[in-house]
T-cell receptor, first 115, second 115 residues
Framework: DAEITQSPRHKITETGRQVTLACHQT?????MFWYRQDLGHGLRLIHY???????NKGEVSDGYSVSRSNTEDLPLTLESAASSQTSVYFC??????????????FGPGTRLTVL | AQSVTQLDSQVPVFEEAPVELRCNYS??????LFWYVQYPNQGLQLLLK??????LVESINGFEAEFNKSQTSFHLRKPSVHISDTAEYFC?????????????FGKGTKLTVNP
């Protein structure tokens, strides 16, 4: 069955370190998204991609970067981790079929703690 | 830009009672509306969505939501809840702007069903 996976599921790191969170989908979807989930804020969009070599900034992109070298993967990099980036991170994907009405499929999440 | 307001952050109910989770949105253009559900320690999954046509949409597990354009609302209802409905529910809106299909989420409503 097609799926979307994230790794690691839990990560503890120190302030200032570079961290990369992996996202891999086997749906063959064109669109991929990264969100962070914080208490009281719901989900906020960090970066998104509509295809290979395409990346776009979302609502809360400062301190994060992504690259899309193939259809299946969209890794999220924290260039220099800060305590404010402690959060649960979700990756999602959707098919470019009908534009704004496409269902997004979510991964299980990565809980990141920055000490 | 669109925004979503979920009026209740927590809703406790007893098993077999009815429930309504409220969602209001703002947008200057036509929108698509979604409800996603997040069970404990899992990613989000689509519960139901409104694209066009009948303003009442239903899910396979007994939830329904009604799109009200004049009230800019998309409230989620279930006539009789089960313990297994305990989860966090997110309302989301998507605008179609030149191919963009970003979702904007509300802050979520945590539904707790008590025996």
């Amino acid at each position: 069955d097609a799926e979307i996976t994230q790794s690691p599921r839990h990560k503890i790191t120190e302030t200032g370190r570079q961290v990369t969170l992996a996202c891999h989908q086997t749906w063959n979807h064109n669109n991929m998204f990264w969100y962070r989930q914080d208490l009281g804020h719901g989900l906020r969009l960090i970066h998104y991609s509509y295809g290979v070599q395409d990346t776009n900034k979302g609502e809360v992109s400062d301190g994060y970067s992504v690259s899309r070298s193939n259809t299946e993967d969209l890794p999220l990099t924290l260039e220099s981790a800060a305590s404010s980036q402690t959060s649960v991170y979700f990756c999602a994907s959707s098919e470019w079929a009908s534009g704004a009405s496409d269902t997004q499929y979510f991964g299980p999440g990565t809980r990141l703690t920055v000490l | 830009a669109q925004s979503v307001t979920q009026l209740d952050s927590q809703v406790p109910v007893f098993e077999e009672a009815p429930v309504e989770l409220r969602c209001n949105y703002s947008s200057s253009v036509s929108v698509y509306l979604f409800w996603y559900v997040q069970y404990p320690n899992q990613g989000l999954q689509l519960l139901l969505k409104y694209l066009s046509g009948s303003t009442l949409v239903e899910s396979i597990n007994g939830f329904e939501a009604e799109f009200n354009k004049s009230q800019t609302s998309f409230h989620l209802r279930k006539p009789s809840v089960h313990i297994s409905d305990t989860a966090e529910y997110f309302c989301a809106v998507s605008e179609y702007r030149g191919g963009s299909e970003k979702l904007v989420f509300g802050k979520g409503t945590k539904l707790t069903v008590n025996p």
